[in-house]
């Protein structure tokens, strides 16, 4: 099926000309992003995944390649006409960028004020917008009198000031603590799906992904690793930076010993079936699970399990065996593959 | 001593000249300042030669001691002014003397608008114009105003130094009675005047900021 296009980006290059000679941030780069979707672009710090984010609404101006977003080509663009199109398009950040000296409702007639709305009209519709974020009742705060996750939701709402397509979210959660982070991502999730706004979220944290996004990127020092349906690649993941995401945090050091290791993964079907008791009793070999974790991810259950396999070769062999035929994925490996 | 009403016009005097030059050296120094941050190199709408000939013109005017700078200007004061001395003309050389002053202190309070918050503006669509009068000068204003008070108060010394060269107001009593004629009581009472009203403006101007700062809330 040909999908619906809203954003594309081809052969996207970026480089910074900095003291210290040039520095490129992203390295043909191209990326198809679904109308009504939400994408997620996941890497570590430094990775270019921000100015990957600001090129799709050219607050930086690519090297080389092309944006298109809703059928515009943004490079093409008379500045004029790039204003507009930004407009099309909300943005969150990190910090919420809130104007400090305007109140949470000022704040929301920000981008309606300079599109040229009257003033009334301005504030009939920021009324309606804090309603959506439920802060109805802090319209005459100032940021400074909110928290964080209010300051957000403030964000929010007013990127979707100007009914905006497609909602741009930079790190938007990763100043927040997990119980803000949940319901901020609840909140976006409820704008997608409600307001049919495409999202693109930009984290390095795979959790957030995990919770919203239908499909990922993985982008690894400038270039795009690894792109699928996040379940796809999470249960999979082909690139070392995916594995490096995916996989637990200092799980090198449990693995130092031991030949036979073997990760499987669940699928929504079998994470509910005693895999692996059935197989120490069918094998009648012991296991030792190193690391267990499953996860609901979209209503449906997701996990993964890495286990040390007897020592003996033949043992080892008839309990693959026995995976295989079960309704999992199963790679086998020693400890390193693992990292 | 002197009698109350000559104290009265002196302070006048002083009152009027700091007040009028504030006041010019913001209409030229206030866009001056933005002016400098707009076009700097990570500036909304960076212009480097633009940048650096402004800069190098507030600075000379700058590093020129502000008697000197009032007297190599006479001919431009009396262009202006018609006279050379007394307070209106006075005006002239404080403006000089002042603006590229403001520029510098616009400039730093304006820079304190952290960047994230103009590039929100930007992703929405916000064009220079727009970022400078609703973002960075509304963001700025408690920062301007700590800029404004100290300004009034250095604008108010170099009135005083004024006083030497015929400038008028509470610098002439305390050069003339003080200074020329060695009567050191008058020059005092002329000091602590104005040394109050200093104060007057630094406090004025500092509650002021912290008033309208609404991130004290």
């Not at chain 1, 191209?30 to 997620?40: A, C, H, K, N, T």
């Not at chain 1, 035929?325 to 593959?337: I, K, L, P, R, S």
């Amino acid at each position: 099926m040909e999908q619906d296009c809203i954003v594309r980006i081809q052969n996207l290059n970026k480089t910074f000309r900095g003291r210290a000679g040039t520095v490129t941030a992203l390295d043909g780069v191209s990326l198809d992003i679904y109308r009504g979707e939400i994408f997620g672009i996941i890497g570590l710090s430094g990775a270019g995944k921000s100015t990957l984010v600001r090129c799709i609404n050219f607050l930086e101006t690519p090297t080389e390649g092309t944006v298109t977003v809703d059928g515009q080509e943004l490079g093409s663009l008379s500045k004029k006409a790039l204003l507009e199109a930004r407009r099309s398009m909300g943005m969150i950040f990190q910090q919420f960028n809130l104007l400090q000296q305007r109140t949470a409702l000022q704040n929301i007639c920000f981008p309606l004020e300079i599109a040229g709305m009257k003033k009334a009209d301005a504030e009939k519709r920021a009324r309606e917008l804090l309603e959506i974020v439920s802060l109805s009742d802090r319209a005459d705060n100032y940021p400074s009198q909110l928290s964080g996750g209010q300051q957000q939701r403030v964000a929010i709402a007013r990127a979707l000031a100007s009914n905006p397509k497609i909602l741009l979210c930079d790190e938007a959660t990763s100043a927040l603590d997990p119980t803000t982070t949940r319901s901020i991502l609840a909140l976006l999730k409820e704008i997608n799906k409600t307001l049919g706004i495409t999202i693109i979220v930009i984290t390095h944290e795979m959790a957030v992904i995990e919770e919203i996004c239908q499909r990922v990127a993985i982008i690894d020092s400038s270039r795009i690793a690894e792109v699928g349906p996040v379940e796809q690649v999470f249960t999979r993941p082909q690139s070392a930076m995916a594995k490096q995401l995916i996989y637990p945090d200092g799980k090198r050091d449990k693995l130092a010993t031991g030949k036979h290791y073997c990760r499987i993964v669940f699928d929504g079907n079998s994470s509910f079936e005693p895999v692996v008791s059935n197989m120490v009793l069918e094998c009648k070999a012991p296991v030792n699970i190193m690391f267990a974790d499953t996860k609901d991810i979209d209503g449906r259950a997701y996990g993964q399990m890495i286990l040390q396999l007897p020592e003996d070769e033949r043992a080892a062999k008839r309990a693959l065996a026995y995976l295989e035929t079960q309704n999992v994925h199963v790679e086998e490996g020693d400890a390193d593959a693992f990292t | 001593m002197l009698s109350p009403e000559l104290w009265a016009q002196s302070l006048w005097e002083t009152l009027y000249m700091v007040i009028v030059s504030t006041a010019v050296s913001y209409l030229i120094g206030l866009p001056l300042g933005l002016l400098l941050v707009v076009t700097d190199k990570g500036g909304i709408r960076p212009m480097p030669p633009l940048n650096a000939v402004l800069g190098v013109i507030v600075n000379i005017l700058r590093s020129i001691p502000f008697l000197i700078l009032a007297v190599m200007i006479t001919p431009m004061t009396r262009a202006i002014a018609g006279k050379a001395i007394g307070t209106t003309a006075m005006i002239v050389p404080l403006t000089v003397a002042a603006a590229p002053y403001v520029a510098r202190m616009v400039e730093s309070s304006i820079k304190e608008v952290p960047f994230g918050v103009i590039e929100a503006a930007q992703s929405m669509g916000a064009t220079p114009w727009q970022i400078v009068w609703k973002v960075l000068v509304p963001e700025a204003k408690p920062s301007l105003m700590v800029g404004g008070a100290i300004s009034i108060v250095t604008i108010l010394g170099y009135s005083a130094m004024a006083g030497f060269i015929g400038g008028g107001g509470l610098g002439t009593v305390a050069v003339n009675y003080g200074y020329n004629r060695y009567n050191f009581e008058i020059m005092l009472v002329a000091v602590i005047i104005i040394v109050i009203v200093v104060q007057i403006f630094q406090v004025c101007g500092m509650w002021l900021a912290r008033h309208l700062d609404k991130r004290n809330r």
